[in-house]
């Protein structure tokens, strides 16, 4: 069975710090994708990254970087000098052989200024 | 380029009325589609998702079915609502690995 966890429930810091977000998954599949996407406070999911399991090479868009590890299961996500704007729901997301797409819980991200 | 409707944004309905959901997607063909929940300040849980037309899934025995029955429609449904249902409802669509999301539904069931 797939699943995806991320321990943070809630994350605060201070405008310009950097944070991470971690994001844990399991799976028996070889060939799965992961995903990372953004909740605003409107609701509407915001797709940021894919990552297909053979691709470990890590990413980095402006102030976002992504760290894939096969070793430990792991894709986390880390914002550097965090801004207002970037306060939002964020999840990881997983998919596999058999078309679902699983979430995890999501972690809460308050950027305070 | 691809879209994704969902209607209604807002919806209260009484517990034991019916509930129907509509999401169609437009641009691309066969699709996979996905309903998902989202009670307050909860995760995602995946509902139903289809790979073709009549071909659902179900990933959470309750009192909602989900119908495929045009390519690019997705519709949910219930014939009694329970308090339990309110939440907000997204649909999703994929034609590569990532899905992209519909602007959901916020369902109170009062």
């Known amino acids: 069975a797939q699943k995806v966890t991320q321990a943070q429930t809630e994350i605060s810091v201070v405008e310009k710090e950097d944070v991470t977000l971690d994001c844990v998954y399991e799976t028996r599949d070889t060939t799965y994708y992961l995903f990372w996407y953004k909740q605003p406070p409107s609701g509407e999911l915001v797709f940021l990254i894919r990552?297909?399991?053979?691709?470990?090479q890590n990413e980095i868009s402006g102030r976002y970087s992504w760290n894939f590890q096969k070793s430990t299961s792991s894709f986390n996500f880390t914002i550097t000098a965090s801004q207002v704007v970037d306060s939002a729901v964020y999840f990881c997301a997983l998919r596999a052989r058999d078309d679902k797409i699983i979430f995890g819980k999501g972690t809460r991200l308050h950027i305070l200024p | 380029s691809q879209t994704i409707h969902q209607w209604p944004a807002t919806l209260v309905q009484p517990v034991g009325s019916p509930l129907s959901l509509e999401c169609t997607v437009e641009?691309?063909?066969?699709?996979?589609l996905y309903w998902y929940r989202q009670a307050a300040g909860r995760g995602l849980q995946l509902l139903f998702y289809s790979v073709g037309i009549g071909q659902i899934s179900s990933e959470v025995p309750q009192n909602l079915s989900a119908s495929r029955p045009q390519d690019r429609q997705f519709i949910l449904s219930s014939k009694k609502l329970l308090l339990s249902d309110s939440g907000f409802y997204l649909c999703?669509?994929?034609?590569?690995?990532?899905?992209?999301f519909g602007q959901g539904t916020r369902l109170t069931v009062v």
């Open positions: 999703a669509w994929s034609a590569s690995p990532e899905a992209f």
């Open positions: 641009g691309t063909s066969n699709p996979n």
């Open positions: 990552r297909n399991s053979f691709d470990e």
